[in-house]
């Protein structure tokens, strides 16, 4: 019996309150409430469940998979060639790369430290509108 999008969300969930996921997630609650009643989850929401809960994307919106990450990894390593493997320490270096870029624009931008931080504080802005 094939699961449904909605099953396997409950499945990842667990016995956890939407306040409880909403808290995990960085999402309103009201918000996890509605998915979890029905409403279309918005992709920014399924990749947040999945990096929280060590889910497997591919796995929560297909049911094709292992569930959890780790199985994911585990299974995509012995599948894979060295040189594929090379190619996605190289895409994973690239990706971190340009995040730190990120990170490092968004500090030394002058607008983005307040004025009642001292220097040696860290800044985190997000960008995602919730």
């Not at 995040?99 to 997000?126: F, G, K, Q, Y």
Request: one cysteine or more; hydrophobic letters at 35%.
């Amino acid at each position: 019996m094939k699961l449904s999008l909605r099953d396997r969300l409950y499945l990842v969930v667990g016995r956890r309150s939407p306040r409880e996921v909403a808290e995990l997630t960085g999402w309103s609650g009201e918000t996890v409430r509605r998915y979890l009643t029905g409403h279309t989850p918005s992709t920014e929401f399924l990749a947040d469940l999945c990096r929280v809960t060590g889910t497997n994307a591919q796995w929560l919106l297909s049911g094709k998979g292992p569930r959890g990450i780790d199985e994911a990894r585990a299974a995509s390593m012995n599948n894979a060639e060295l040189a594929d493997l090379v190619v996605s320490l190289c895409d994973r270096i690239e990706e971190l790369r340009r995040r730190v870029e990120r990170l490092e624009s968004a500090n030394a931008a002058p607008d983005a430290t307040p004025d009642n931080c001292s220097d040696s504080e860290p800044v985190v802005v997000r960008s995602r509108r919730r």
